[in-house]
C-alpha cells in the first residue's frame, strides 16, 4: 500500500495512506485538524517514498572536525595502550626475595659467630638493610604505573569513541535538490 504526504496549514507534511480518505487527522506537529482529501486527491499527493528517497545525510564542518578529533583520539590511545601494555608484560614480576633470605640464611648459619657478627656490622655501618628498595617491588611498581597508563589510554580511546559516536548520529536530514 502506497503512503502519500499530505500538507498542514502549519507547513509540515505527515504520512497518509489511502485508507485515510475523507478522515479528520491530527498534525504531529501543530496539533490541529486536518481533513484528508478523497481518494482521487489523494493519488495526486506526492509519494511518501519519493521524499525519503530525496533526502540525505549532511555532513557539516562541525561533525568533520569533531569526527576527526575522535578518530585522532581513538589512535592515538590505541596505540600507546597497545605500546606500554607491552612493556608491562616485558617486566619479569619474579619473586626471588624469599629464595635471597632463605640464601642469606644458610649462608649466615655456616658462618662462625664472629665472622656472622662482623658482617652484621658492616652492614649496619654502610646502610644497608631495610633501606633498600627491593628490585621486585621496584619492578612491581612500575608495572602497576604502566598499567595506570593504559587504563587512561583506554579512557581516551573511550572518548574518542564517544566524539566519533556523536559526529555520526548527530547528522541531519535534508532535501537532496536542496544547495550543500
Not at 93 to 120: C, F, H, K, R
Request: with cysteine.
Amino acid at each position: 500500500m502506497a503512503n502519500y504526504l499530505l500538507s498542514c496549514q502549519c507547513g509540515s507534511q505527515f504520512k497518509i495512506a489511502t485508507i485515510d480518505a475523507g478522515k479528520t487527522l491530527i498534525c504531529p506537529e501543530c496539533e490541529a485538524k486536518t481533513v484528508v482529501p478523497n481518494l482521487r486527491e489523494i493519488r495526486e499527493l506526492p509519494l511518501a517514498e519519493e521524499l525519503e528517497s530525496s533526502q540525505e545525510l549532511t555532513w557539516e564542518k562541525g561533525h568533520g572536525a569533531l569526527f576527526a578529533t575522535g578518530s585522532i583520539l581513538i589512535a592515538l590511545g590505541i596505540g600507546l595502550f597497545i605500546f606500554h601494555f607491552f612493556q608491562a608484560n616485558q617486566l619479569d614480576l619474579t619473586d626471588e626475595s624469599a629464595a635471597q633470605i632463605q640464601y642469606g640464611n644458610v649462608v649466615i648459619d655456616q658462618m662462625p659467630p664472629l665472622t656472622a657478627i662482623q658482617q652484621w656490622r658492616l652492614i649496619r655501618d654502610i646502610g644497608l638493610g631495610e633501606q633498600q628498595v627491593l628490585e621486585y617491588q621496584a619492578k612491581l611498581n612500575e608495572y602497576d604505573g604502566l598499567m595506570l597508563y593504559c587504563y587512561i589510554e583506554l579512557g581516551i580511546s573511550g572518548l574518542g569513541l564517544a566524539l566519533t559516536g556523536i559526529a555520526i548520529f548527530t547528522r541531519r536530514r535534508v532535501n537532496a535538490s536542496g544547495s550543500r
